[in-house]
């Protein structure tokens, strides 16, 4: 993206971070958003922002790790800032295949690949991906299979998890005139 900031980069009209925001509200009792950067920008959005706890960035599992430590609740319910099409029943599918797997996490899968950061995760686990970060651990997929997440079977809805990589992909996946979006070619 040029060094923009993700969750700020415009898509059909509005940033990123105002369409995961719109389709996540009403899933969750509230929202963080996790940014090593622009957190004024973010905080206009009136919600808590928060940052990785170490100075270097070590990517996705830091931010998961910053909403362990902050949230007030016994799970969290991570996203990236980059994917525009979230499903409206993410929350409650992931929940009841985490109830239904009688597991303590979950994660979704697309049909064809797990989407490791689309993830319903027990705050519990902090201390571990503290310690799992401290070790170098990075891959956001390596982790929490290593959890045996419950798999939410999104393969109904492939374009839920396309996310945008560059400006091409926004131009690309933009909702036409009539407001709906086209999938990755």
């Not at 009792?29 to 996790?34: A, K, N, R, T």
């Not at 929350?91 to 697309?110: F, G, H, K, V």
Request: glycine share 8%; hydrophobic share 45%.
């Amino acid at each position: 993206m040029g060094g923009i900031d993700k969750g700020l980069a415009p898509f059909a009209g509005r940033p990123l971070i105002e369409w995961v925001m719109d389709a996540l509200a009403p899933q969750v009792g509230s929202l963080i958003i996790s940014a090593n950067r622009n957190q004024e920008t973010y905080a206009r959005y009136g919600v808590a922002v928060i940052s990785d706890l170490d100075p270097g960035f070590s990517g996705p599992l830091a931010g998961m790790r910053s909403a362990m430590r902050t949230a007030r609740t016994d799970w969290i319910l991570t996203v990236p800032c980059d994917g525009p099409f979230l499903p409206s029943d993410l929350a409650n599918r992931l929940i009841d295949a985490m109830m239904a797997a009688d597991t303590p996490a979950a994660t979704a899968t697309d049909g064809e690949r797990i989407q490791p950061v689309y993830a319903l995760l027990p705050v519990g686990l902090e201390r571990e991906l503290s310690a799992d970060l401290a070790a170098g651990t990075h891959k956001v997929a390596d982790w929490i299979m290593r959890h045996r997440p419950a798999l939410a079977d999104f393969s109904a809805q492939p374009n839920a998890f396309a996310n945008i990589n560059s400006p091409a992909d926004a131009e690309q996946m933009a909702p036409d005139t009539a407001g709906t979006a086209r999938t990755r070619r």
